[in-house]
């Protein structure tokens, strides 16, 4: 579906658009806000219709609402929600309409622009998912996944500068954080091919490939960026950049290049060889190129444990002693990572999964309790850290900490169905069969097929009626 302007709708549209416009001048946000949302239900894809329907939410929120009808407001929207990411895969266009009923009574509801932000991607809106970005950017600017999606979305319509600088500015702030790095990276990428051409990209006359004078650099940037890459132009590329490592021997980024390259031709002697070449020339600490080093020596570990013949006689022998050299060395790397960078809280969420992961759970907690200070980190730590009070037999605590995450938690995804779930299992523990089963219906209502959620309310049914 296609972004529309105002010239493209028929008369009666547009003189509908005016009506709304004077509404909002007049400040009848009510009025507006109803003009508007007619349109939209005709012509979703009209953006100016929909930006003009942000301010009179916005002024209309801002005016009318006491804390009693914000309270009543955020008290309706949950339901609202669970509707609008259940049509989500079946009628984006639908899911849009109920976001925007959510937005009509609470304009700043996080969980309504995400899902305004999903739907708008999924019917290729992306001047309307920017819009409700910017709100969530605004509200939780260090939200990583927030800005990621967010300078995604300002690329798709046409904004690369600022993409780029919205990436930049959460990459100096996170330097260890490798998907920022890489969004960062493929954001760069983009600009460079777009640089001097997106209006001929945009309407569809030019390509990537027409818009750069050198076309051999569009096919070589094209082919560096691709995500999976065919065993030829992995090889073609490791051939151009050894050539240009004779006459560049001390560029970083060629021997990284490089690394990554015969990492995923599985040659990783090779891959560490480079890595250790940037490690030896680089001045100071870099945690991400730490963490690369370790990923490349766990798969070698894992591609070693693939190559096992399950039906020698020594196999159990062997797997068990590359599980338990590969969960040695990660333990080890992390702690050493940790000591070299003590404030980096994603490795502290890393070091505290290694300890889960070996059942040391009193090393595990202390880990995932520092951790919960990175935002990005935050409710996957509270998560384990709840489990971890499960484990050790202190129920109450559990349940008190996954409650903690999934006030936090305000979209109904998978993540939200596992904390419910472990919040009512914990329940179950206790003894408290009633407030179990109020956690488990919650998932049940959405997802019958969630885990052994069916199998527990029919067993709580069942044992009623008996």
């Given at each position: 579906m296609?972004e529309?302007s105002l010239n493209?709708?028929?008369?009666?549209?547009r003189?509908l658009?005016?009506?709304?416009?004077d509404?909002l001048r007049?400040?009848?946000?009510d009025?507006?806000?109803d003009?508007?949302?007619?349109?939209?239900?005709k012509?979703?894809g009209l953006y100016?219709?929909r930006k003009?329907?942000?301010?009179a939410?916005?002024?209309?929120?801002?005016?009318g609402g006491?804390f009693?009808?914000k309270m009543?407001?955020?008290?309706?929207?949950?339901p609202?929600?669970a509707?609008g990411h259940?049509?989500?895969r079946q009628?984006?266009?639908?899911?849009?309409?109920?976001?925007?009923q959510?937005?009509?009574?609470?304009?700043?509801?996080?969980g309504?622009?995400?899902?305004?932000?999903?739907?708008?991607?999924a019917?290729?809106l992306p001047r309307?998912?920017v819009m409700?970005?910017?709100i969530?950017?605004?509200h939780?600017?260090k939200?990583r996944?927030?800005a990621i999606?967010f300078a995604?979305?300002l690329?798709?319509?046409?904004e690369?500068?600022?993409?780029e600088?919205?990436l930049?500015?959460?990459?100096?702030?996170y330097?260890?954080?490798?998907e920022l790095?890489q969004?960062?990276?493929?954001?760069s990428?983009?600009?460079t091919?777009?640089?001097g051409?997106?209006d001929a990209?945009?309407?569809g006359s030019?390509?990537?490939?027409?818009?750069?004078k050198?076309k051999?650099?569009?096919v070589?940037?094209?082919?560096?960026?691709?995500q999976?890459k065919t065993?030829d132009?992995?090889?073609?590329?490791?051939g151009?950049y050894?050539?240009?490592?004779?006459t560049?021997p001390r560029?970083?980024k060629l021997?990284?290049?490089l690394?990554?390259?015969?990492?995923e031709?599985?040659?990783?002697d090779?891959?560490l060889s480079?890595?250790?070449?940037?490690k030896?020339?680089?001045?100071?600490g870099d945690?991400s190129?730490?963490r690369?080093?370790?990923?490349?020596v766990?798969?070698?570990f894992?591609h070693?444990?693939?190559q096992?013949?399950?039906?020698a006689?020594?196999?159990a022998d062997?797997?068990?002693?590359?599980?338990?050299?590969?969960?040695?060395?990660?333990l080890?790397?992390c702690?050493?990572r940790v000591e070299?960078?003590?404030?980096?809280?994603?490795?502290?969420?890393?070091l505290?999964?290694?300890?889960?992961?070996?059942?040391?759970?009193t090393e595990?907690m202390k880990e995932f309790q520092?951790?919960?200070?990175?935002?990005?980190?935050r409710?996957?730590?509270?998560?384990?850290?709840g489990q971890?009070f499960s484990?050790?037999?202190?129920?109450d605590l559990a349940?008190?900490t996954?409650?903690?995450?999934?006030?936090?938690?305000?979209?109904?995804d998978?993540?939200k169905?596992?904390?419910?779930?472990l919040?009512?299992?914990?329940?179950?523990?206790?003894g408290?069969?009633?407030?179990?089963i109020?956690?488990?219906?919650?998932?049940?209502?959405?997802?019958?097929?969630?885990k052994?959620?069916?199998?527990?309310m029919d067993?709580f049914y069942?044992?009623?009626s008996?």
């Amino acid at each position: 579906m296609a972004e529309k302007s105002l010239n493209e709708l028929p008369r009666e549209l547009r003189m509908l658009f005016t009506k709304g416009s004077d509404a909002l001048r007049r400040e009848n946000f009510d009025y507006a806000v109803d003009l508007f949302n007619q349109i939209l239900a005709k012509e979703p894809g009209l953006y100016e219709c929909r930006k003009a329907l942000r301010l009179a939410q916005m002024r209309k929120t801002g005016s009318g609402g006491g804390f009693f009808k914000k309270m009543m407001s955020s008290a309706g929207s949950s339901p609202m929600l669970a509707k609008g990411h259940l049509a989500l895969r079946q009628d984006p266009a639908e899911a849009l309409r109920i976001a925007e009923q959510i937005l009509n009574g609470e304009a700043t509801n996080t969980g309504a622009h995400k899902l305004v932000v999903e739907a708008a991607t999924a019917l290729e809106l992306p001047r309307t998912a920017v819009m409700s970005l910017e709100i969530l950017a605004a509200h939780s600017p260090k939200d990583r996944e927030v800005a990621i999606k967010f300078a995604r979305a300002l690329a798709d319509s046409g904004e690369i500068g600022r993409a780029e600088k919205i990436l930049a500015d959460l990459c100096r702030s996170y330097p260890a954080d490798q998907e920022l790095g890489q969004a960062l990276k493929d954001l760069s990428a983009r600009k460079t091919l777009d640089e001097g051409g997106y209006d001929a990209l945009a309407d569809g006359s030019g390509s990537y490939r027409d818009i750069l004078k050198n076309k051999e650099e569009a096919v070589s940037l094209e082919q560096q960026n691709r995500q999976v890459k065919t065993e030829d132009v992995t090889e073609r590329l490791i051939g151009e950049y050894e050539a240009r490592l004779k006459t560049e021997p001390r560029n970083l980024k060629l021997l990284r290049q490089l690394a990554e390259l015969y990492r995923e031709k599985k040659q990783f002697d090779r891959s560490l060889s480079y890595y250790e070449q940037i490690k030896a020339s680089e001045v100071g600490g870099d945690a991400s190129l730490d963490r690369s080093i370790a990923d490349t020596v766990v798969r070698k570990f894992e591609h070693e444990i693939a190559q096992l013949d399950p039906t020698a006689p020594d196999h159990a022998d062997k797997l068990a002693r590359l599980e338990a050299e590969k969960q040695a060395y990660q333990l080890a790397e992390c702690q050493k990572r940790v000591e070299r960078f003590p404030t980096d809280l994603q490795i502290r969420f890393e070091l505290g999964q290694l300890f889960f992961q070996m059942g040391k759970t009193t090393e595990a907690m202390k880990e995932f309790q520092k951790a919960q200070g990175n935002p990005h980190r935050r409710i996957q730590a509270l998560s384990y850290l709840g489990q971890c009070f499960s484990r050790r037999g202190i129920n109450d605590l559990a349940a008190t900490t996954f409650q903690d995450a999934i006030k936090e938690k305000v979209v109904f995804d998978d993540e939200k169905k596992e904390l419910i779930y472990l919040l009512g299992c914990v329940f179950e523990k206790m003894g408290k069969r009633d407030e179990a089963i109020a956690q488990f219906k919650l998932i049940y209502a959405v997802d019958v097929g969630y885990k052994d959620v069916a199998d527990k309310m029919d067993a709580f049914y069942g044992g009623q009626s008996e």
